[in-house]
């Protein structure tokens, strides 16, 4: 019986133990805290987490904002001044995942006993990249763009602070100040100096704008006395009008009266004008008349005579002309029927015409020394052994003859045809002139063309012959 009560006894001590042990080991996570829960990996902030006992050891991470603040001194600006900067930085455990793993592994500790050395580590990290921005700014930007200050700051800081588990929540640039050295006594540094120039600044500008509403006040005072001039010179304006109406008013009235006489001399003026005209015009009649009689009509009879001169000109040197080419046809036609017989009669008969020409070069030329190139012996041999037969020179000599002679009377033909064609030519422009000033008419020059065509085919026919 007392072994039963024991084993009860044991058993309720056992359940009553594991029941604290399983209800210490349910763990409630604030809002404001970081739940690390070892062998599982993972985090939790806020909410209620088991934890295995043995195999899994909970911590916590504080997630409130710590605020420190950091002092830099003796940073060098742009321009080679030093300034004393005071900010004020709120900094707490990285929202980001990567960043609260970099906390859990580097800063885990710290959130919990030695905070003043993460509040260090913090400050280092802020106060370095602090002062390599101030060293990029002039003084008059670190106190004017103080807003752009502390965006660049955030950003800069992000990567260094993450590394740690850290972000920056609020910055706040509390002073900027120059720095006094040790020994100096001088009192109006850049800072009193650049706020000595704000001031002044802000005084001209004060007095600019006094100035300016002084200046705006007396525009304001001037137009209104223009606005006034304007008015009365208006107002006289308008009664100058009301008298210059009056007046054109009784002149209209003087000017009716006479207004009838006016037009009566003025329908008179336009009569004698018109007249005037009619007289002109009369007058240029006569001249135009005058004119033609002088000028016009004369050229016309000049113009007909030589038309007329143009005719019978034309008619004399077509119709010697025609009594050339008829007599050359002639001569042609006995030529042919005679054969070399009434050749060799042509060139004895024209042997003068043909000699004469050659003579009269001699005239130019004086013969001093006359050689015997050609002759005969009694036996119609050679002269000498240079010299040809005496019945072969002869030949020579009556071809060359009848070659000139051809010649000779080629260029006859050519200058007849030639002076026949300008003979028509001339005929047919002063007919066509003729025809045109009369009944507009032209005569076909066709029937001529034919004789001079037929002159040519005839012309040719006895070159072949010759030949």
């Known amino acids: 019986m007392g072994t039963i009560i024991f084993l009860i006894t044991l058993g309720g001590l ?3 133990t594991l029941f604290v042990q399983l209800i210490s080991r349910m763990k409630l996570v604030p809002p404001s805290e970081l739940a690390v829960v070892h062998g599982r990996n993972k985090t939790y902030r806020g909410g209620r987490i088991f934890v295995y006992p043995l195999i899994e050891r909970f911590d916590t991470m504080d997630l409130t904002p710590q605020t420190t603040s950091v002092v830099v001194e003796s940073a ?20 980001s995942e990567k960043g609260r ?15 003043s050395k993460l509040q260090t580590i913090a400050s280092s990290i802020i106060e370095g990249h602090l002062r390599d921005s101030i060293a990029a700014m002039t003084p008059e930007e670190v106190m004017r763009e103080k807003d752009q200050l502390i965006s660049n700051m955030i950003q800069i800081c992000k990567s260094d602070l993450e590394g740690i588990g850290l972000e920056i929540t609020t910055m706040n640039i509390a002073d900027v100040d120059d720095h006094r050295l040790s020994g100096v006594e001088e009192k109006h540094l850049y800072i009193d100096l650049l706020k000595r120039v704000q001031t002044t600044n802000a005084d001209s500008q004060s007095r600019e704008a006094k100035a300016n ?21 208006e107002n006289e304006r308008q009664n100058l009008e009301a008298e210059l109406k009056v007046k054109i008013a009784r002149e209209k009235q003087r000017s009716a009266v006479g207004a009838q006489e006016a037009l009566r001399n003025a329908e008179s003026e336009v009569a004698g004008i018109e007249a005037q005209i009619e007289a002109e015009k009369q007058r240029i009649e ?6 033609e009689a002088e000028i016009l009509i004369p050229a016309q009879a000049e113009r007909d005579k030589a038309i007329e001169l143009s005719r019978a ?50 005239d130019l030329f004086p013969v001093e020394d006359l050689s015997v190139i050609a002759g005969t012996t009694p036996n119609n041999g050679p002269i000498s052994s240079i010299h040809p037969h005496s019945v072969d020179l002869e030949l020579n000599r009556r071809v060359e003859a009848i070659i000139s002679n051809q010649q000779a009377l080629d260029r006859t033909e050519i200058d007849a045809v030639n002076i026949l064609q300008d003979a028509l030519g001339q005929e047919n422009e002063q007919i066509e002139e003729t025809s045109t000033s009369q009944d507009g008419k032209k005569n076909s020059p066709d029937s001529r063309q034919e004789r001079v065509r037929r002159f040519k085919s005839l012309r040719n026919r006895n070159d072949s012959d010759q030949d």
């Open 14 to 16: 056992i359940s009553i």
């Open 76 to 95: 060098i600006a742009s321009g080679i001044v030093p300034l004393t900067v005071t900010a004020t930085v709120s900094y707490a455990i990285s929202t």
């Open 101 to 115: 793993q970099n906390a859990i592994k580097r800063i885990l500790e710290m959130t919990k006993g030695e905070k």
């Open 213 to 233: 509403a002084e200046s705006s006040a007396r525009e304001k005072e001037e137009q209104r006395r223009a606005e006034v001039e304007k008015i009365r010179l």
């Open 286 to 291: 006569m001249v135009r008349a005058k004119c």
């Open 313 to 362: 000109e034309a008619a004399k040197i077509r119709g010697e002309a025609q009594s050339e080419l008829t007599q050359l046809k002639r001569t042609i036609n006995i030529l042919e029927s005679a054969g070399d017989q009434g050749l060799n009669a042509y060139i004895i008969e024209k042997f003068d015409e043909l000699v004469k020409p050659f003579a009269q070069t001699l």
